[in-house]
């Protein structure tokens, strides 16, 4: 008796809730600037793309965000020294029905700031905020997170004349040894 009972209620449940839910996607998952010719002048910019596959408009807003719990970010990897450095736009679209809105991820690193961030290895998202609209639409909302990461020029590498001048001494030191022990075996 129990059983069609609370089947009866999850039907009517079902049956007068209106949450519902956007088809939208949203790429990539995860986008990348690897510095590794060195910094440049301006800025380096990605591309995301959301497409709404509904037959209402969708909003769209977008931020910037470390994560909430450092243990969800890539080993290996820090939060930017500063989120200010990138932004994201536009901020706010409406998108039609079965259209796409591109948003860009800009960075920009402060010249001044070049030469102490050297080989860095950073993590932050992207974060999507979708919403339908209209008034016939009702509790529509989603999130999407995109993993942005960013790799800053590796450290020169510095030649130390030192070892290299310690060096040849040796390799010479093993040469003449190997050939004084050749030459007593025979």
């Known amino acids: 008796m129990r059983k069609p009972i ?18 939208v996607v949203v790429s990539p998952a995860e986008t990348s600037i690897d510095m590794k010719n060195g910094f440049q002048d ?11 596959q509904n037959s209402f408009n969708i909003s769209v807003k977008t931020s910037i965000k470390h994560p909430d719990i450092i243990e969800w970010i890539r080993p290996n990897r820090t939060f930017i020294t500063n989120l200010s450095w990138i932004s994201i736009e536009p901020v706010h679209v409406i998108v039609l029905p079965n259209e796409s809105a591109d948003f860009y991820i800009n960075l920009t690193i402060p010249k001044e700031f ?5 080989d860095q290895h950073w993590e932050t998202w992207a974060a999507v905020k979708v919403t339908g609209t209209g008034s016939n639409i009702g ?9 942005f990461l960013v790799d800053t020029p ?27 022990i050749k030459k007593s075996r025979k």
């Open 6 to 23: 609370i089947l009866m209620i999850c039907i009517l449940l079902s049956l007068f809730s209106s949450i519902a839910s956007a088809n």
């Open 114 to 118: 070049h030469e102490t961030l050297l």
């Open 139 to 147: 509790g529509i909302q989603e999130g999407y997170f995109i993993r």
């Open 154 to 180: 590796p450290r020169p590498v510095e030649f130390n004349y030192l070892l290299y001048l310690l060096t040849i001494p040796f390799i010479l030191f093993l040469v003449v040894l190997i050939y004084f």
């Open 42 to 52: 301006g800025n380096f910019s990605r591309k995301i793309t959301v497409f709404n």
